[in-house]
């Protein structure tokens, strides 16, 4: 399935203007990043939600942390020893889903910085589908240092 992943979303967390989104850019993708891009789309295939994400967490060619979204009620996810650093101010327990961006950030914040991000979501239908961060990840990914984003686009 990797075979087919040639190009992708991509920007600099970082964008233009910090209150600014991520920028759409549709990349052709090297080897190393249908690489990683494809862990990622493995580990959607791994998630229990009916929207499946993954996200691998990557810097200086080490995979730092490999992550799915998950539901909110998994005892893994959610506990007094797992901090919200998707949106801090908001009690865990109120959340319906823990993001696959936050889960690799949870699984290795000290060296998130100036990291890469590769993020994945399968459709129902097990189709490669459109991933771009949420603005709530990309806040938090911007807090944490991530220095890039790239997600899979519909196919």
Known sequence: M???VEIA??????ANNENKELENRVIKLSKQERKYL?????????????TRHGAVLVKNGNVLAIGVNALKNDPHIVGPDKPNVLAPSVDVKDMMSVHAEESVIRANSEEA?????????????GEIALSKPCEACQRMLKKYGVKKAIWT???
């Open 9 to 14: 979303g991509s920007s600099p967390v970082w």
């Open 2 to 4: 990797t075979d087919k």
């Open 38 to 50: 494809g862990y990622a789309i493995t580990a959607a295939n791994m998630s229990t939600c009916k």
């Open 113 to 125: 910085d100036n990291a890469v991000v590769y993020i994945a979501r399968l459709a129902a239908d």
């Open 153 to 155: 686009i519909a196919e």
